[in-house]
DNA sequence: CCTGGCACTCTGTGTGTCCGAGTGCCAGCC
DNA sequence: GGCTGGCACTCGGACACACAGAGTGCCAGG
């Protein structure tokens, strides 16, 4: 185990490269943080933490930097969450309350993101299948042609054409859009499947075909996870990445435009609490020299959708926690008050 | 007025430098293009270019590349539009055609068009204020809260909350629904406000309240044009944008978050064709090194909304005019059909 | 176990030189 | 009059080199 003081040491390298951008060397180090001890002892300390693989030298006769293996000791045992000043969470509520949709809820918390962490903000939407059915509705364009819209409590609509079997006539249309809603309002999505199982069965004959086809294009948006949004900003912070811009850039803005990937990325994040993905442990290649801080959100306790920043590895990790779920929080209040 | 001769050499620049990004001397130029005349008399020709202000050096003593004006000239006279190939024609439909809603349609149109030109790719949804009304629907959410939900001829759902002054019964509601919607269904929306004009006075004192928000709600929704939205992508390319790139790109991609920015570059182009802004042409100060080519794409004949890309003024103009055109009318086609 | 000292190793920077590409101009030719 | 070849000139980029500065590792002594 490391002692208590290679342990500061590490934290100070990590503290220090995250401000300058550059390799830290023993005597900085004891100049800026009083170890109370010589640079001769930072530098045996040094050589231990690199042997242990912490931290690295770019090239001999260079200051050290911290290693993802670093930065990750830093993070779970060296520092904790920043929390946010009082001004500034009120200054995060107010700028949310101003949302008037949920659209409009999800720009302006990518947009707080991307502004209090100086990084790259993504922002799922609300998830479907969290959440619950406010209401579903019927509409007759055609003879048999049907749409279904589909209303969820966190504001979020679905639509999708739904084309019958057979001419379906406005009442039982009606009556369908009645029965549907009786059941399955306010239930949540996981629920709806076994509450409309026998809804056919109360049918005419020649109807059941059209409502089984409605049904079924309701089950499927409602599982149909792959359709989740997102939103991203802030790539304009990408230029404050390093020296070695584009080849560094260049991936990450592929990466950020697939949203396959970032979906991936959220998900992956299984801590129920705040999750920190630092370089390599990122599956995705192009994201090897980034860090990616994520967090579940949700109206009520639940969470229902992830957000968080991507920025690189050499972040201020502790501030970028604490602003990515001082905005996880308060988007929650928000979307269980609306 | 320019000779012929001079026109060539200038169209020769602005073809050499698209390709190698360098600045181009005479000499080059006399033996990659036949021009049948020594470089010497190309030195002179372009001594005369310059003065004009059509090409500049960097420095002395360096080849020429062409100015912001040189551009124009070479996009007005010098070169024309590059059609698709047959082949290509075809991919582009086959991959627009399997979208399956207005949102995949605009995502698969951005895809395709960042990477048809390389460049970065701005498609705007299908604008409210052309289009016509398919359907609106009414759901009482509680005894004094009516959402409205609004479907346009292009696929589009626009939904917003009402609240009403009075409560509002559920027989009323079928009422305002059904006169609305024979109202105004498959009517353009800039006629909706006169067709509903009269409307309150159908009904029963105590629901004109109600009938008033709700229709007030809706003209507003159908003009409300900064709601317009628009999608972005292939944002990697712009990593081969230059050398001096930290500097060029960051007011691009602050410029790209900006969805108002980017509404009113697109909105500015009033010609009714295709539209090329080059360089400080741009309003928009961060997008004064960059070129936009953009043109109006819709449903049946008439533009509901534009589409473009935004690249380095050293572009490529003929074929990503080309590249943007085909796009634009295949858009079209898919729009239309569906 | 810490410290001061020392020799060593790099990188980044600045200087000087040189080469080549490209120019402008001029006199001559068609 | 316009084109051409020739010539002197300029400037940037590449290369070599020296040098200062920061940082290291190691060792002997407290």
Known sequence: MLSERRLQVLRAIVQDYVGTEEPVGSKALTERHNLGVSPATVRNDMAALEDEGFIAQP?????????????????????????MSAPERRAIQNFLEGAVDLDDVVARTVRLLAQLTRQVAVVQ????????????ELLSLAPARVMLVLITD?????QRMVDCPAPF?????????????????????????????????????????????????????????????????????LTRFGHD???????????????????????????????????????????NSTSVVSVGYGSGG??????????????????????VRAVARYVGQILAES
């Open 59 to 83: 090239h001999t006769s260079a200051g050290r930097i911290p290693t993802d293996k670093g930065y990750r000791l830093f993070v779970d045992k060296l520092a904790g969450v920043k929390p």
């Open 125 to 136: 939407y609300p998830s479907l299948t969290r959440s619950t059915v406010r209401h579903v």
């Open 154 to 158: 966190t504001g979020r609509v679905e």
């Open 169 to 237: 006539g406005e009442a039982s249309l009606a009556d369908l859009r009645a029965r549907l809603n009786s059941r399955v309002a306010g239930r949540r999505f996981t629920d709806v499947p076994r509450l409309v199982e026998d809804l056919p069965e109360a049918f005419d004959v020649e109807d059941r075909g059209t409502v089984s086809a409605v049904l079924s294009t309701l089950l499927e948006t409602l599982v149909e996870e792959n359709e989740e949004r997102l939103m991203i900003g802030g790539t304009a912070n």
């Open 245 to 287: 811009f584009p080849l560094v850039i260049r991936p990450v803005l592929e990466a950020l435009e697939e949203q396959v990937v970032l979906l991936k990325l959220l998900g992956e994040a299984k801590d129920p609490g705040m999750t920190v993905r630092i370089g390599h442990e990122n599956a995705h290649e192009g994201l």
């Open 302 to 323: 639940e969470a229902v959708a992830k957000l968080g920043v991507v920025g690189p590895t050499r972040m201020d990790y502790p501030g970028t926690m604490g602003a």
